[in-house]
């Protein structure tokens, strides 16, 4: 009878743990292939073509599709080609780059774009240097929202436009020496569709959190 009892108290300790490790929140990694499934599930395909890319990120035509590096001193030449030209951000030395250009159709039936990047480096200095740069693009964020969670550190933002017909999202999230960068537009009534869907799928805050 002991013994049953033992049995009992050690197959009920068991189910407890088991069940705090099945409630425990797993905090995501982000790694290049996991970027890469992300997006793909969005029916995207790779293209060597980045000025179609970059067309769809200025709204100038081009083809949905997504882009990567083919060695460090591509992602390095192509990552700052890319950021430059859409916020002017500083220079910096990635050892892979991988991103995704999306224009979607809104509620008010213009064209709207998101930008996704994947930007590793060697260290963890040089991500924190990015990471910080990246920060500047949001302004004021007074509607933003920033935080911790385990090894990951991240930033989102979303705000109306001045004339307050669209809104623009975006998001920094740093991990050792990863860091992803999102930035979408949407009709101020709409969601930011495909920066959900990516952040869904890597278990990252969207920038339609921003606020919440």
């Not at 189910?15 to 797993?26: E, F, P, S, Y």
């Not at 179609?52 to 992602?75: C, F, I, P, Q, W």
């Not at 990552?79 to 250009?101: C, E, H, Q, S």
Request: overall charge negative; charged content about 25%; hydrophobic content about 40%.
């Amino acid at each position: 009878m002991k013994n049953t009892k033992k049995l009992i108290a050690l197959i009920l300790s068991a189910a407890v743990i088991l069940g705090i490790a099945g409630c425990a929140k797993t905090e995501p990694e982000l790694t290049r292939e996991g970027f890469i499934s992300a997006i793909e599930a969005y029916d995207l395909k790779q293209t060597d073509d980045i000025g179609s890319l970059t067309n769809v990120l200025m709204r100038r035509g081009g083809n949905n599709g997504y882009y990567v590096a083919a060695d460090k001193e591509e992602a390095e030449k192509t990552g700052n080609r890319v950021l430059d030209g859409v916020d002017n951000i500083p220079d910096f030395k990635a050892t892979d780059f991988v991103m995704a250009a999306v224009s979607e159709e809104g509620s008010d039936g213009e064209n709207y774009p998101t930008m996704v990047c994947y930007i590793a480096f060697d260290n963890e200095k040089d991500a924190t240097a990015a990471y910080n740069d990246l920060l500047h693009v949001f302004g004021n964020m007074e509607d933003g929202k920033a935080g911790t969670e385990g090894n990951l550190v991240y930033s989102i933002d979303s705000t109306p436009s001045a004339t307050g017909r669209f809104k623009i999202g975006e998001g920094v999230y740093l991990q050792k020496t990863t860091v992803i960068y999102i930035r979408a537009m949407a009709a101020i009534n709409d969601r930011y569709s495909f920066a959900n869907n990516v952040c869904a799928k890597l278990g990252l805050h969207s920038p339609s959190r921003a606020g919440k």
